[in-house]
């Protein structure tokens, strides 16, 4: 399946055409809410500036999935930051706060290629602006192991928060 993936707001998309868009990730209440978000939140966060949206999108148009960037703050425990060099109070991140791929397609390389794709855009950031890692906040134990066992993510409290020190982000990349 051939597709690219861009800014939401390079798509092409209208909060009107957005909104009759067929975007579905699954039937969970937290994956509907993934999709309600993504046909009529996305776009006014954006332009808010509250969360950046990224779209895996086909040629005509086909939204295969999506996810948020946002800034963010953690709070490690010591051991972490000690082992980290960070400072004693919450550190920045970046927060990828939403991510879903279209049922239809799941399974197929997608969700990796958007943290691919995420991970190259914090690392630009990065350069300009202090980031010591990625934060993600899954909504249950199953999505927490996405994270971990196929991203390489850590849980660093007793929540489901996960961690990716930008240093193994750029380890990733080489
Ligand atoms: C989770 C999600 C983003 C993954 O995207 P995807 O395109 O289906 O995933 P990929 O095809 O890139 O990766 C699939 C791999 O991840 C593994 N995987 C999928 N879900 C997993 C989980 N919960 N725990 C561990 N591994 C998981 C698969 O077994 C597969 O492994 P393989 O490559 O060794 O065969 C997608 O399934 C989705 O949108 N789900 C519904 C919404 C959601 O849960 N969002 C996530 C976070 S809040």
């Known amino acids: 399946m051939s597709y690219v993936i861009k ?10 055409s957005l909104r009759k868009l067929s975007f579905d990730c699954g039937n969970a209440a937290d ?20 969360a950046k949206t990224f779209v895996a999108i086909t040629d005509d148009l086909q939204v295969l999935g999506y996810y948020t960037l946002s800034a963010s703050l953690i709070d490690l425990p010591e051991l972490f930051r000690k082992e980290a060099k960070l400072p ?35 690392l630009e950031t990065a350069k300009n602006i202090g980031v010591c890692g990625i ?11 996405y994270y971990i066992q ?9 929540t489901l928060s996960v961690y990716l020190p930008i240093e193994t982000v750029r380890e990733a990349l080489r």
């Open 31 to 50: 994956e509907q809410e993934l999709a309600i978000y993504f046909k009529r939140y996305a776009l006014t966060n954006d332009q808010s500036g509250c």
């Open 150 to 158: 196929k991203c390489g993510f850590i849980p660093f409290d007793e």
């Open 7 to 16: 800014p939401l707001t390079e798509s092409g998309f209208t909060k009107s």
């Open 135 to 145: 934060r993600i906040d899954p909504s249950n134990q199953i999505k927490q192991g």
């Open 88 to 122: 004693d109070y919450p550190s920045p991140v970046v927060l990828i706060g939403k991510l879903a791929v279209c049922k239809s397609c799941q399974g197929k390389g997608i969700g990796q290629a958007l943290m691919r794709d995420a991970f190259l855009r914090i």
